[in-house]
């Protein structure tokens, strides 16, 4: 099941770093890379980080025939996309839920506290994203926009209160993504951003 | 006394960071991002490059701390910073010399040669402010204008130097960074800058 | 042999990061910054990416060395180097074998997929130029003009062709290195390059 929604979310931030490269007119070289990077970038520069090496995508070939696929289809459906638009949200939802708990769940791993854990899993989920868009030369969206990171930093909290009250683990896993994508949802709905800071 | 610096750099750099970050109408979350990636970058980029990992601030939450309160600070006095502008240079300055000094020790912990770890160590001090720019969509400013990475890069010229004639190492640290702080401050007094190279 | 050939294609990669600095600009440390990044940064960050720290660049005197002659060189010919435009080209392309058998070489070493070899090859060969762009703040140019990165992919999979046929070790290299430099001087004289992906 938990692999499952990996593949579904894997595959759809493949799409959506497929779909901002085309619109960038970049070459399907490029476009390959900014989806394999949209998708694995945040988990690699986790990796990274806490000395997880090779990364994750290096030692599970999988990764590589997913955002393959992706980028397949991104390829022969850019022109329908549009159609697809509300299947594919719901996959890149659950992306960030899948991604924020497969952080969190690394950085226990290697003992770091409970901030540092929110810290890997908001990475995980939202900087695959930020490395697109500086690939793609704009200032990355989620620092100007979109709730997004907010969202996983809530998850996380929320992931660390569960497992303070004791909740069996699968619980806390399931809670935790549902609150993810709920958040999420609603955030769409009712169009919720955060103010910008301006200095004057 | 190394640790207070240490600390006051830090906030200096994550302060800067913010700022920068709100002149670009960032959200809250962008700017915190900025603050922390001006703030521990440097040394990030270092414990990656040298296998140091999970990277530094990962293994102590007093980082954590205070980048966030140099962040809740730069939020809530951005109107009245001009007034600032005077010990934030200094603390800037502090941070300077410090992280060059942690960087050049991080290299000599690993055995490597003193042209790399002076590299490190300009590494440690310069490179979090290139994260902030190219995060923030602007060629770095040590690449144009700032003679700021050509300091750090004297400060560890002048370590090695003072290392080779065999002075106690706590006047090694000391005499470094009185260096570093010296010809900063004469830098920006006197206005000196790297002429740019072109090519025509 | 090979080892004259990896100190050509780092010059060469260290001049053409330099011209692209001097051409923004840029300080003297800036461009020094960017010629180096442009030479090592590929092999950085596969040597990241694989647990080889420090990295390779760190662990051998050489490079530095290198790169600082070709920084230097390209200082003092920084207007003349139109004359040595051919030579110049000739060794990028030494350099874009070189550095694809490298790459290949380490995921080998590592113990990784063909695949990821082939990732790693090609990384290692193109993802200096994607770095040097991004700190010169435009979008990566192999994403969008030329076909370098796809003649590494090719080069890669000819190299594993080759292995599965068993033929001996140093003809594989030779063949590879061959095929890789006779497709890119062909793009070029015969001005080869992919169709940019639009999504209308």
Redesign the interface.
């Known amino acids: 099941m938990f692999e499952l929604l990996d593949i579904l979310g894997t595959m759809a931030f493949a799409v959506s770093g497929a779909?901002t490269?085309?619109?960038?007119?970049?070459?399907?070289?490029?476009?390959l890379?900014?989806a394999f990077v949209t998708s694995v970038g945040g988990g690699?520069l986790r990796d990274?980080?806490?000395?997880r090496?090779?990364?994750g995508w290096?030692m599970n070939?999988n990764y590589?025939y997913i955002i393959t696929a992706g980028f397949v289809l991104a390829?022969i459906f850019?022109?329908k996309l549009d159609r697809f638009r509300t299947s594919m949200f719901l996959f890149d939802t659950i992306g960030l839920g899948v991604f924020t708990l497969i952080g969190l769940e690394k950085g226990l791993e290697?003992g770091?506290?409970p901030?540092?854990c929110i810290?890997l899993g908001t990475m995980t989920a939202c900087f695959g994203g930020?490395i697109r868009d500086?690939?793609?030369?704009?200032?990355?969206v989620?620092?100007?926009?979109e709730?997004y990171?907010?969202i996983c930093i809530v998850g996380g909290v929320f992931f660390f209160f569960l497992k303070s009250i004791k909740i069996p683990e699968d619980l806390i896993y399931l809670f935790t993504s549902v609150l993810i994508i709920a958040i999420r949802l609603m955030a769409v709905i009712f169009k919720w951003?955060?103010?910008?800071?301006?200095?004057?």
Chains 1, 2, 3 share one sequence.
Request: proline share 9%; aromatic share 4%.
């Open positions: 779909l490269a085309m619109n960038k007119k970049m070459d399907p070289f490029g476009v890379i900014i690699t990274v980080l806490i000395g090496t090779p990364v290096m070939l590589v390829l850019r022109k290697k770091l506290e901030p540092i810290a930020v500086i690939l793609c030369g704009e200032v990355p989620i620092f100007r926009k709730i990171a907010t951003s955060l103010p910008t800071v301006e200095k004057v």
